[in-house]
């Protein structure tokens, strides 16, 4: 019996089980059905020809307007040119010592064409692509003499026809050579003519496509999409049912087909609205198995024991709270009040803290960070760069006063210490913070992944408070939180604004908070996009810098690259050296990522997430431009030229550590005037005195990463200014990225259309990167609804039946999903 576990070589043959297994990683009957559609063409339909995209692999269906044979020297050769069209546009085929393609491919014929798009003689072309005839009218075709279209499809390990083909596929493929084919199965005994497969002519392959939409997938070389159609269709041929992961009660509730008629309706679709329907329950199976991952960890995390951590009416929240120069908004209370209540817990605390751009989550965190001290415990402020570590200890500092400074002459009486923990240390400033560790006179601990060093010891770790989730490791915040003989409970921050679908799937194990009020005495920042192309508005940007430095304050300019004579491959973290905390802020390689994430182009087609072909980058020109400006390139320009006379420097990951930390100081101090940065100010920077930002080369950038750029201005009560600079088209994808960013600074919005710009990753991989992805079909903005639902049915059947043991089917499921990296992502939060 044919099963999901069943091998392919048992079911299409060992050359063809061998070749899919090579080329797409399909090994198994489960693995083939998985490996759906790329996108559907309707029969009849013709590809448009003019979006071919040269050096894709793509699969195109197109009608023969000529052909001409073409002799070759030497005996017997030949070239057949055959131009195809969608009506508009044209395309080259060339076929080399293939003569029978001239009986098959005459003008007037619609046929599937796949290879890959190349030019020659300034025309696109394609060299001997594999072809698959559509046509009724057309007698039995092939793809040459003694060959089936994928070698091997018909034949076992043994030679012989796999045990289970001859009972369902009625002659549709043949294995041997034979004269030209006329009828379904022409398979003649001898001959050096092609072979007449069934599955070549009128009656056979093109049966499968007699629904009217033919299905294009995903392919490799040698293996055209049709031949994939092809074993898809001998699989669900002998396939009578599948186990079901999803509980017939959850189907019932939402009118949900089964597994095995999702995969007959998206496979071999008579309509649009069966794509539909087989792609929304395969979709269900995603969301359902991932979300109960999310719920176990839930469920497991509440029977952690953790030290529960009572507040303290009268210890150094309070007087904290007292020495406040401003009011704390409403969400700030509400979120510290929460925060409280699941510090006193007997487990854990799991929360994300995510907010816009100076919507005071440092404050949120500090008092957090506060009532873990007044519980007799320490907690640790985690940052991702040695510049941001060094920021937060000073707004720390500040914010505390007095009480941030026991030991000292001014101190208070409730006073704890802060001390900072960071590679870049000299011995003797290492000794003493860590020996305040040790002991528990410093209460609050802020550094980077030094603070993951086994000679880092703590007293009492209460809270880890972790800072920009998204740009620090799994695995060393879990390092850090296996310090404690406790667990100790964890805060997660982020000024990455989170749609609420990737917080329910990325971040479903943990509880969400989200600030979104700012507060009082914040001006609003204008945005514009300037094209480098008009001289007029170029000058205008240095203009207002002058201006707003002839006011008093101050500027940053933004570029994606180091630059000089060093190239920015030597700044690649963990190259070593002083500067590794910082430099991940600016290698060029993360910003190019970025790009071509932001540029990916969204799903389309009229059925959810069924992609085009040509799935590459919109702005794949991006890439191939003159590389991005450099600091160390723009600031003598700088100097020397727009800005000359005015106090400009230059920050980035190459500076050593006392070096960067000197120059944040002068600028938070008033002593420079213009700031020449790259991303490392991204996050965590906060001089109120600036109020202009220019960004260069800005369709570089990601879009929350240009929103978190700008979120550096604007942070006193003068208005800030960000001005986008590009050399772009207008009207370019690249282009209207940046005008959404200019037009809105909503910084939620922004993040739902970052997401649908990209792909979405493996969300349970800590790499989002090789291998298959757990995502295949689920869009986490298009599906909202589907994983709220999904959530809600996980958590009910995770309440009552934590190991499943009810629904082996569904535990089975989820236990080969989640491979060990999935599973250890998950484990450590």
Not at 61 to 73: D, E, G, I, M, N
Not at 149 to 161: D, F, H, N
Not at 573 to 591: K, S, T
Not at 710 to 737: I, K, N, Q
Request: charged share 25%.
């Amino acid at each position: 019996m044919v099963d999901q576990q069943t091998r392919l070589r048992d079911v299409v043959g060992a050359r063809t089980a061998t070749a899919l297994a090579g080329a797409l990683e399909l090994e198994t009957v489960g693995d083939l059905l998985a490996h759906l559609p790329r996108r559907y063409q309707e029969r009849g339909e013709l590809t448009d020809l003019g979006d071919l995209t040269v050096g894709e692999a793509v699969t195109i269906q197109a009608r023969v307007t000529s052909a001409k044979r073409r002799p070759l020297r030497g005996r017997g050769r030949e070239m057949l040119i055959v131009t195809v069209s969608d009506g508009q546009h044209s395309l080259a085929l060339t076929f080399f010592n293939q003569p029978w393609r001239s009986r098959d491919l005459r003008p007037g014929v619609t046929a599937l064409f796949a290879g890959k798009v190349e030019v020659f003689n300034q025309r696109r072309q394609m060299t001997n692509p594999e072809v698959q005839l559509l046509d009724d009218t057309i007698p039995g075709f092939s793809d040459g003499p003694g060959e089936v279209e994928l070698p091997g499809i018909t034949e076992s390990a043994s030679g012989q026809l796999p045990a289970y083909a001859g009972t369902a596929h009625n002659g549709t493929v043949s294995a041997g050579s034979g004269s030209p084919g006329t009828g379904p199965t022409g398979t003649g005994p001898t001959g050096t003519g092609p072979t007449g497969t069934g599955g070549d002519g009128p009656v056979g392959d093109v049966e499968g496509f007699a629904g009217g939409l033919l299905p294009i997938y995903p392919t490799a070389a040698k293996i055209p999409s049709w031949a994939i159609a092809k074993c898809v269709r001998i699989v669900l041929d002998l396939l009578t049912e599948l186990d079901d992961p999803l509980p017939a009660a959850v189907r019932a509730r939402y009118r949900l087909v089964s597994r095995l008629e999702a995969y007959r309706l998206v496979h071999q679709p008579s309509s649009w609205a069966d794509v539909g329907r087989g792609r929304t329950r395969l979709k269900w199976d995603e969301a359902l198995v991932l979300q109960v991952a999310l719920a176990q960890r839930r469920h497991d995390v509440e029977k952690i024991a953790a030290t529960p951590r009572h507040p303290r009416p009268d210890g150094l929240l309070a007087a904290f709270d007292a020495s406040l120069p401003f009011p704390l908004t409403a969400g700030q209370r509400a979120v510290g009040d929460t925060i409280a209540a699941e510090l006193a817990r007997s487990f854990p605390m799991h929360r994300l803290l995510q907010g816009e751009v100076g919507s005071g989550k440092t404050v949120v965190a500090l008092r957090a960070m506060l009532a873990a001290v007044d519980a007799g415990g320490q907690a640790v402020l985690l940052a991702p760069t040695e510049t941001l570590a060094a920021q937060h200890l000073r707004s720390l500092r500040a914010l505390l006063g007095p009480l941030g400074r026991a030991g000292e002459l001014d101190a208070a009486a409730e006073a704890t210490r802060a001390v900072l923990v960071t590679g870049s240390l000299g011995a003797k400033a290492r000794r003493e913070a860590l020996t305040a560790v040790a002991d528990g006179s410093a209460g609050l601990v802020v550094g980077t992944h030094a603070l993951l060093e086994e000679s880092v010891v703590f007293r009492d770790l209460a809270l880890v408070v972790v800072d920009e989730q998204h740009r620090f490791g799994v695995e060393q915040r879990d390092a850090l939180r296996s310090r404690s003989d406790r667990p100790p409970h964890l805060l997660v921050m982020t000024a990455t604004p989170i749609p609420r679908t990737v917080a329910m799937t990325v971040f479903g194990d943990l509880e969400v908070s989200t600030l979104t009020e700012l507060p009082a005495g914040r001006s609003p920042i204008s945005t514009f996009v300037v094209p480098a192309t008009a001289p007029k508005w170029a000058n205008r940007v240095w203009g207002r810098i002058r201006d707003e430095v002839a006011a008093g304050r101050q500027a940053y300019v933004v570029c994606p690259r180091i630059g000089g004579d060093t190239s920015d491959a030597d700044d690649v973290p963990g190259a070593g050296g002083p500067v590794a905390d910082d430099v991940a802020d600016d290698v060029a390689d993360d910003v190019a990522d970025d790009v071509a994430d932001d540029v990916a182009g969204p799903a389309d087609g009229p059925v959810d997430g069924v992609r085009p072909d040509d799935i590459a980058s919109r702005d794949a020109s991006a890439a191939a431009r003159r590389p991005g400006a450099g600091v160390l390139d723009v600031l003598p320009e700088l100097r020397a030229g727009e800005l000359a006379g005015l106090r400009v420097e230059a920050l980035h990951g190459r500076l050593p550590p006392d070096e960067k930390e000197e120059t944040m100081t002068r600028f938070a101090a008033g002593e420079l005037d213009v700031l020449v940065a790259t991303t490392v100010i991204e996050v965590g920077v906060d001089v109120p005195n600036a109020t202009v930002m220019v960004v260069m080369d800005a369709d570089r950038f990601g879009v929350s990463q240009l929103h978190q750029l700008r979120g550096r201005v604007g942070r006193g009560s003068a208005p800030g200014w960000c001005l986008l600079y590009t050399d772009v088209e207008e009207g370019s994808p690249a282009w209207e990225r940046l005008a959404a960013v200019a037009a809105t600074s909503d910084g939620a919005e922004l993040a739902r259309l970052d997401l649908a710009q990209r792909r979405e990753g493996d969300v349970l991989g800590a790499a989002q990167s090789g291998g298959r992805r757990s995502l295949r079909l689920l869009e986490l903005l298009r599906d909202e609804e589907l994983i709220r639902c999904a959530r809600g049915e996980a958590s009910v059947l995770v309440d009552a039946d934590p190991q499943l043991s009810a629904h082996p089917v569904l535990a089975a499921a989820l236990a080969a999903t989640l491979d060990e990296t999935a599973a250890a992502y998950l484990e450590k939060g």
